[in-house]
């Protein structure tokens, strides 16, 4: 499974009652594949999944889905810390036709390479889907290290992952040492060119709900060799990427999404929106009014 270049870890609107706001789907959909979008993570860090109920994932998952229908694959953030309840909401989700599955590095257990072999091997032996897994260190202290991903990518269905060590020199063992229809996604829009310049195929991005036609762009620059014009688009979207992360995400995020009038500038706690004046500061670094 191909899941393009360009992939966004949507948010998950919530309305002033703090409710999954599933009418707020389809215009912030609409507007990710009018601006470069290939692919949908639906339930990801992005989408402060650690907040949504069972119920909510799935409704979410299928909302999007049936809004998106063939024209990008649609990712169901299935992972968390339990492998029991991860193959449980993996099994759901593919029930509901979405066309693959993230599952993320189990965070708080603290597991050994072992264990996390047996997690994601559980994981992808419960569905027939393509499979991404996603390391991120900063949020789940452990790393899933090349040699153990690179066993990984021997199971059929375990297809991509989502690389957010910042370890250059991890993605390009796994990339010289993985088949050659496994991908790596930078996990981090700030190293999608250094991460494409090592055998990365693209990225899973935060900042593409806002700069997503500059970010393809950059992107089709690099594909089709000119790099040059890729770095130089790189450095330039750099002040922006970064600026999604100025506080927390999705907090960021949203306050500008709200500017733009896609969705509710409403979190989850413990998340909280910005404040007016921390807004504005924000919305100046990418001249919104």
Known sequence: MDFGRLLT???????????????ALEPLIEHLLSTGTEGIVAGGTTGESP??????KMSL????????????????GTGTNDTAYSVFLTEKAASLGVDGIM????????PNQKGMYHHFKSIAEACTLPLMIYNIPGRCIVNLEADTLI???KIPNITAVKESSGDLEQVAAVVENSPDEFHVYSGDDSLTIPLMSVGGTGVVSVASHLIGNEMRQMIDHF??????????AHRQL??????????PNPVPLKALLARLG?????TRSPLLPLSDSETKELADTFHLA
């Open 9 to 23: 870890a949507m948010v998950t609107p919530f309305n002033e009652k703090g409710e999954v706001d599933l009418p």
């Open 238 to 247: 750099l002040p922006k990427m970064n600026a999604c992360f100025s506080a």
């Open 51 to 56: 907040t949504l109920s069972t119920e909510e």
């Open 151 to 153: 066993q990984l990518t």
């Open 262 to 266: 896609l969705i509710a500038n409403c």
């Open 103 to 110: 599952a993320v590095t189990p965070y708080y257990n603290k």
């Open 61 to 76: 998952f299928k909302r999007v889905k049936e809004i998106t229908g063939s024209r990008a694959q649609v990712i169901a």
């Open 223 to 232: 594909v089709h060799g000119n790099v040059q014009a890729a770095s130089q």
